[in-house]
């Protein structure tokens, strides 16, 4: 029964105006993905050329203040070869530093390069991995006997 009902249809691409329009229909199916493709990468890509653009841009860092009567803290953008100390959003003065904000207080101290290191506010401990900054795992139960 299937093959009754598309006989017709395949003995039509047979002929010279089915072979025509079947070939036609092909190469636009073709050119369609071929032009989709072109279109994608010449967007940049899965982000849409953004990438490009974020790299010429810079980054957004959290900062701080190190000029005494400032002190001020809050996000600014900087080129990806910034040197520190960059200039200050709010003094205009060259004292901003790149700065970390805990997780716990939500209080903004100087980012430090050391692989442990506290908060100066609520003394919380971060650890440096590969992966990125992240407290350590808390220890639970008792310590063993010495």
């Given at each position: 029964?299937?093959?009754d009902?598309?006989?017709?249809?395949?003995?039509?691409?047979?002929?010279?105006?089915?072979?025509?329009?079947?070939?036609?229909?092909?190469?636009a199916?073709?050119?369609?993905?071929?032009?989709?493709?072109?279109?994608?990468?010449?967007?940049?890509?899965?982000?849409?050329?953004?990438?490009?653009?974020?790299?010429?841009?810079?980054?957004?860092?959290?900062?701080?203040?190190?000029?005494?009567?400032?002190?001020?803290?809050?996000?600014?953008?900087?080129?990806?070869?910034?040197?520190?100390?960059?200039?200050?959003?709010?003094?205009?003065?060259?004292?901003?530093?790149?700065?970390?904000?805990?997780?716990?207080?939500?209080?903004?101290?100087?980012?430090?390069?050391?692989?442990?290191?506290?908060?100066?506010?609520?003394?919380?401990?971060?650890?440096?991995?590969?992966?990125?900054?992240?407290?350590?795992?808390?220890?639970?139960?008792?310590p063993?006997?010495?």
């Amino acid at each position: 029964m299937a093959s009754d009902s598309s006989g017709g249809i395949r003995e039509w691409m047979n002929t010279g105006s089915g072979k025509w329009v079947t070939g036609l229909g092909g190469l636009a199916l073709i050119g369609a993905a071929v032009w989709g493709v072109w279109a994608f990468a010449a967007k940049g890509g899965y982000l849409g050329g953004k990438r490009a653009a974020m790299k010429d841009k810079g980054r957004n860092i959290i900062y701080i203040c190190t000029s005494p009567p400032c002190g001020s803290t809050g996000k600014m953008h900087v080129e990806f070869d910034e040197a520190y100390p960059a200039v200050c959003p709010k003094c205009r003065q060259k004292s901003a530093v790149p700065g970390f904000k805990c997780t716990t207080c939500g209080k903004v101290f100087v980012k430090t390069e050391s692989m442990v290191f506290r908060c100066p506010h609520c003394n919380k401990l971060y650890e440096r991995m590969p992966g990125g900054l992240r407290p350590p795992p808390e220890v639970t139960g008792t310590p063993p006997p010495e």
